[in-house]
C-alpha cells in the first residue's frame, strides 16, 4: 500500500465516518481514484452523493426527482461514497454511455454527468431486460434482468446482492 493511500485510508478512519464503516479495499485499491468528492451535504445538485442509492434517497425523504434509472459509474470496483466517478475518458473528451432495455426492446441511452452520476425520470416498462455500460472505446459491460433501476442499491462499495462492487466502464478492471 502506497504512504499515499495509507494516508487517506488513516483519515477516513479518523474521520469516524458517521454514515458507514470504512471498509478494507481488496488488493489496496484507491479509496477514491479521482481524488475529488461531493462536499455540499445534502443541497440538492446533479452531482450529488456519488456512490450511494439514488431512488432509495429520493424516495425516503421525498425530496428530488423522481428517478427510474440511476447510478454512478466508478474508475475502480470499491471506491467509497462520495467520489468523483467516471464520465468518460478526459484526453479525447470521449464520453461513457448507459444503455437501458426494457420490455419494449428500445434501447435507451443515458449520459453520466462529471461526478460520474446518470440518472433519468423517463417512463420504462418493467421488469427491465438488459443495463450496458459501454466505454469509450465501444467496449460494453452487460447486465441482464437488473433487479431495480437503483444501480448504487446494490452496486456498493463492498458490492450487495451479488453485485461485484461499484459499477465500472469496461477496461477499467481494477
Not at 52 to 62: M, N
Not at 70 to 79: L, P, Q
Request: glycine content about 12%; some cysteine; proline content about 9%.
Amino acid at each position: 500500500m502506497s504512504a499515499r493511500t495509507l494516508a487517506a485510508a488513516v483519515a477516513v478512519l479518523a474521520a469516524g465516518c458517521a454514515s458507514e464503516p470504512p471498509a478494507v479495499i481488496p488488493g489496496g485499491g484507491p479509496l477514491c481514484a479521482s481524488g475529488t468528492y461531493w462536499t455540499r451535504g445534502d443541497h440538492g445538485d446533479n452531482f450529488m452523493h456519488p456512490g450511494r442509492a439514488c431512488i432509495e434517497c429520493h424516495t425516503e425523504r421525498r425530496r428530488g426527482p423522481v428517478f427510474s434509472v440511476a447510478g454512478t459509474i466508478f474508475n475502480a470496483r470499491h471506491e467509497e461514497n462520495d467520489c468523483f466517478g467516471n464520465a468518460g475518458d478526459p484526453v479525447s473528451g470521449q464520453k461513457t454511455w448507459v444503455e437501458v432495455v426494457d420490455q419494449t426492446n428500445q434501447p435507451f441511452v443515458i449520459e453520466p454527468n462529471a461526478s460520474g452520476n446518470f440518472y433519468t425520470t423517463h417512463t420504462f416498462r418493467y421488469p427491465l431486460r438488459r443495463v450496458r455500460i459501454i466505454s469509450p472505446s465501444g467496449h460494453f459491460a452487460q447486465m441482464d434482468n437488473p433487479p431495480s433501476g437503483d444501480c448504487n442499491g446494490c452496486h456498493t462499495r463492498e458490492g450487495a446482492e451479488g453485485a461485484p462492487g461499484r459499477v465500472i466502464a469496461p477496461n477499467q478492471g481494477r
